[in-house]
């Protein structure tokens, strides 16, 4: 007996690659019933992924396949796509890279291969942290998910991809291969690039400077704890769009440094220093305004509500222990305090409707409520 | 009658510019009580100020002053910080430009000032929207607060400057100017360039592009939307330390590009282009790992333990009190965790010697401890 199925994709799933992505998608179509098996290279990754509940360790004497999705490092990612569509003539193989061109080439010049099977997708979902530890079933609600269908595919392998998108709360979009991947080198590899070079720059910074720290650089340079080995392999992926998007930067900088030299040289309001930077600035404030949903959208699910705690042993627990007792949820947390701080501030995200509840009652507990 | 005062401000405090800091500055003395009057050379901003709460607009008929506080852009404030002295010589005066070397020099340059009651500050405390609107009691709460005493200053005005911060809920720090103009080049000054360089780029970007944005994108571009009239007056107050940090990025950025013409050229795989690439990369995590608090300091010197939390109101709660129980302190905390997602991933960072000990105590308790 199965559960009752409320999506399109029926299975069986084999998911190869247990990070991020495939432990997500196991977990997403797992909440739905869909039965999934799972391959890695790595035996302590594949555990941990199946653990998490992302689905069973795959064998040989499982049922055959109806999808494959490939969920590797691009640089693997044409191999095992061709390994699959080899080793499961009866399934419909797609891939999650985050690069399209190169795979598709790849297996364009891979002999005997029967690629109508075959669909590129890339779901624009990801975390700073990586692997199956950081996985969750609803990666992809409200995500983008961009299908790069190619001339041989058959009508009816894109549908079973499109429905995988759909069944995951994701929103299907079509692209050709160099559209997605010149469009993902200005919205995801670009900006990586950019909080890499700024975390990079504190490589060597005293101490007494990191201390200042606020959020702004903690959000510039979030995505900087991103893997090397994993971006190595998207960025030499998607060498040329890349490319063009940071000269276009480098002009921008050497702008930039022509401006501050000026005003190194002749004091604050040298000729052409003003303009230099403020050109920059302008263009980054008209680039960002094009952002989609800035303000709007998933992010908003949920209220932050900020607390002071009192950096002593003990505060914060007292304080989770008492939201327990309030009967409020706590959906996401985050803690702000810099070193030798007197307080730190718990940022504690809720269901809208509970925040009047949680502000009043913590209140009332003697904890000082920081209003937005 | 003045209501009973727990700060050690005084008053009466002249606050000259009624943007976000003045206005912030303003509202959080007048909750302890203390009398704050305002200026600035917009009346609608200075209306708006007031309207919410900041103080009462400045009149030739007020008592004089006992400390003013300069909170203008850099370009304007040592000018001010000249006037307020002449015209109120009795007060002690700071300011909070976020630049401190152009500022005393320029004083310095003055002649005739009274230069042992200034004493030069910068709040690390900010937001991306600007003006009285986002002004907020509680913006310098937890946040460290630079003192940059000149060598001529009277300790009696240092402590008046101090006592602002503590009163204000800030950790005060004393720091030199240059030292302080080096430290916010690479924390404040590189990251809001970093940004502007990122949403430049997307200027001319397709609107398709632009719809497959993501949460990578809008955290480093966050800052983008800042004022440019503001920033040029800050860049250029801070040139030379500015470049030196701008120079470190573009021969990382000319590493890069090398690297990824390489790979266009020669395919994913050219000579040098992965290494060339993951130095940049590996050089951003390392920067990362330093900035203290939610993503780095903690990690460097306390070790992560991730223990699986149900999604029930008073399991976290549960954790931390069982943790106390335990005897082992929480160093940091941060929660992995999405809707609907039936387990949240509580990562709590404790000493490296309570590791072991943490791990089996919980997992007798009934907790899932996950190894990394």
């Known amino acids: 007996m199965h559960p009752q199925l409320s999506v399109s994709t029926r299975g069986p799933v084999l998911v190869i690659g247990s990070g991020l ?14 039965p999934v098996t799972l391959r890695d290279s790595s035996p302590a990754a594949l555990a941990l ?3 998490l509940g992302a689905g069973a360790i795959a064998t040989a004497a499982d049922a055959e396949p109806t999808l494959v999705v490939v969920a590797a490092p691009p640089d693997v990612t044409a191999g095992l796509v061709a390994e699959a569509l080899c080793a499961h003539p009866g399934a419909v ?13 790849a297996l364009l010049a891979t002999p005997g291969l029967d690629l109508n099977r075959y669909v590129g997708s890339h779901p624009m979902a990801g975390r700073e942290r990586s692997g199956a530890a950081a996985a969750s079933a609803d990666l992809f609600a409200g995500r983008p998910w961009v299908l790069t269908e190619h001339e041989g ?3 009816a392998a894109v549908l079973a991809v499109r429905s995988l998108a759909v069944d995951l709360g994701a929103s299907p979009v079509e692209m050709g291969t160099q559209e997605h991947d010149r469009a993902v080198a200005l919205v995801s590899h670009l900006p990586q690039l950019m909080a890499s070079l700024a975390a ?6 005293p101490e007494a400077a990191l201390a200042l720290a606020g959020q702004g650089l903690r959000d510039v340079t979030r995505i900087a704890a991103s893997d090397p080995r994993l971006w190595s392999a998207i960025l030499t992926g998607n060498a040329e769009a890349v490319l063009d998007a940071l000269r276009g930067v480098r002009d921008d900088l050497d702008g930039l440094l022509d401006a501050l030299d000026r005003a190194a040289h002749d004091g604050p309001l040298a000729l052409g220093a003003i303009a230099g930077i403020s050109a920059v600035i302008s263009a980054g404030n008209d680039g960002a305004a094009r952002i989609p949903g800035k303000h709007g959208g998933a992010r908003k699910r949920y209220v932050e509500v900020t607390v002071l705690v009192p950096d002593q042993p003990g505060e914060l627990g007292r304080l989770f222990t008492e939201i327990g007792e309030i009967g409020v949820n706590i959906e996401d947390f985050q803690m702000e305090h810099s070193p030798k701080q007197r307080v730190g501030l718990a940022i504690v995200s809720v269901a809208p409707g509970s925040v009047r509840t949680l502000e009043t009652a913590l209140e009332e507990r003697g904890w000082r409520v920081v209003s937005q």
Chains 1, 2 share one sequence.
């Open 93 to 105: 193989v797609t891939d999650v890279a985050s690069v399209k061109a190169v795979v598709l080439e």
């Open 49 to 51: 992924a199946r653990d």
């Open 200 to 205: 990079a720059r504190l490589v060597d910074a």
């Open 21 to 34: 992505l495939g432990a997500s998608i196991g977990l997403g179509l797992g909440a739905h019933g869909v």
């Open 153 to 155: 595919a058959d009508p």
